[in-house]
């Protein structure tokens, strides 16, 4: 098993529309449960980075980030977004975003290894991962 997950979405819309509604921190905060992203205000870019703050009560978690690839859709061409994640979660963000027919696919492909978390029990995070992240994506593109 591995630590990396899947999520696939399809949505009605133009991939341009879904591609700013990826890439929009504020709707990131908006749509993750106990989440705020900061700096607010920003779309994805290259060499941005930003955290999120997820947040329990009194315990929190500042998780840091950096986008390394943020090109969006053009024509027959897919958007594509890499992020990568180095603390307290390190890990990768690779999505893509196609216009297809119907509309547009989202797959958004993501490791996870928190360094709180065993690496034998990590792919089992993974799968609640998959779950709780296809949730958020599914609100957050829509």
Do not use: N
Request: net charge positive; hydrophobic share 40%.
């Amino acid at each position: 098993m591995s630590d990396t997950f899947e999520v696939r979405i399809r949505v009605p819309e133009a991939a341009d529309v879904v591609w700013e509604r990826l890439t929009d921190l504020d709707r990131h905060s908006d749509t993750i449960p106990l989440t705020k992203v900061v700096p607010s205000g920003e779309h994805m870019r290259p060499g941005l980075r930003f955290v999120g703050e997820t947040r329990l009560g009194p315990v929190c978690m500042a998780d840091r980030m950096v986008v390394q690839r943020a090109d969006p859709p053009t024509g027959r061409h897919p958007g594509r977004l890499e992020v990568e994640k180095f603390g307290p979660v390190a890990g990768t963000v690779q999505a893509t975003v196609e216009q297809v027919p119907t509309g547009t696919l989202v797959v958004w492909r993501q490791s996870l290894r928190p360094a709180w978390l065993p690496s034998f029990l990590r792919p089992a995070g993974a799968v609640v991962a998959r779950i709780a992240y296809g949730m958020g994506l599914r609100q957050l593109v829509s």
